[in-house]
């Protein structure tokens, strides 16, 4: 990986390395070899759960725990994870194992999820809980400022009583692709649902999410907001 290309990674993400081997090591899968990223990833994990957990504390005044907490698993979740690192453009970073390059691991969800949580954990290390808080809070926000205590709902609840209101038939799930290696895999679900002309997809690191996000993107294209 060149220096140019982790410069301009580090200007995407908004922090500026003083130790660059932490952002080197972040972007490092386990398939590239025994010094790689698992470590960072389990630092990272933590304060993600932390910031979020705070954020919408403070944002839901009215939010019960159990409203809260969904709304944690889907701001934290793999799937919301793998959009941030998307839109960070973190799969042309990665470093992989040859057999990961060449199933195309650079754009498995699970594994651009992964690197997210590893690179808030090296800006941890590299510069202190606050700063790795205020960038978690810059690229999730957007997401924290849409949420409301209604989207609290589980996303295959609320597509089910959304359609259920409207007499229409429920959604059909089906899985249509598994991919990724037996320790890394990647579940691509289709999702029907009657309003809808075409059937949509999600992909998670297992089936159950993967219908999550199916039924989150149909939601928001039913009710015109996706």
């Given at each position: 990986m060149t220096d140019l290309l982790l410069q301009r990674l580090s200007n995407r993400l908004g922090h500026q390395f003083t130790q660059v081997e932490l952002l080197s090591l972040a972007l490092t899968h386990r398939s590239h070899g025994s010094r790689n990223n698992e470590r960072l990833e389990f630092l990272g994990d933590s304060i993600?759960?932390?910031?979020?957990?705070?954020?919408?504390?403070?944002?839901?005044?009215?939010?019960?725990?159990?409203?809260?907490?969904?709304l944690r698993a889907q701001l934290v979740s793999g799937e919301t994870l793998a959009k941030v690192a998307r839109e960070l453009e973190l799969g042309e970073c990665l470093r992989l194992g040859e057999g990961e390059m060449k199933s195309g691991g650079h754009r498995r969800a699970s594994i651009l999820a992964d690197a997210v949580e590893a690179i808030i954990g090296a800006i941890y290390l590299d510069a202190g809980l606050?700063?790795?808080?205020?960038?978690?809070?810059?690229?999730?926000?957007?997401?924290?400022?849409?949420?409301?205590?209604?989207?609290?709902?589980?996303?295959?609840?609320?597509?089910?009583?959304?359609?259920?209101?409207?007499?229409?038939?429920?959604?059909?799930?089906k899985v249509v692709e598994i991919g990724g290696e037996e320790h890394s895999q990647e579940f691509v679900v289709e999702c029907r649902v009657d309003g809808l002309k075409d059937p949509v997809r999600g992909s998670a690191s297992n089936r159950r999410a993967a219908e999550k996000a199916a039924a989150t993107t149909a939601y928001a294209r039913l009710t015109g907001q996706g």
């Open positions: 993600l759960g932390l910031t979020i957990s705070a954020a919408l504390f403070e944002q839901f005044p009215e939010g019960r725990e159990g409203q809260m907490s969904r606050d700063a790795a808080r205020e960038r978690v809070l810059t690229w999730f926000g957007p997401r924290l400022q849409n949420l409301s205590l209604e989207t609290a709902k589980d996303p295959k609840t609320r597509l089910q009583e959304w359609l259920q209101a409207r007499q229409k038939p429920l959604p059909e799930y």
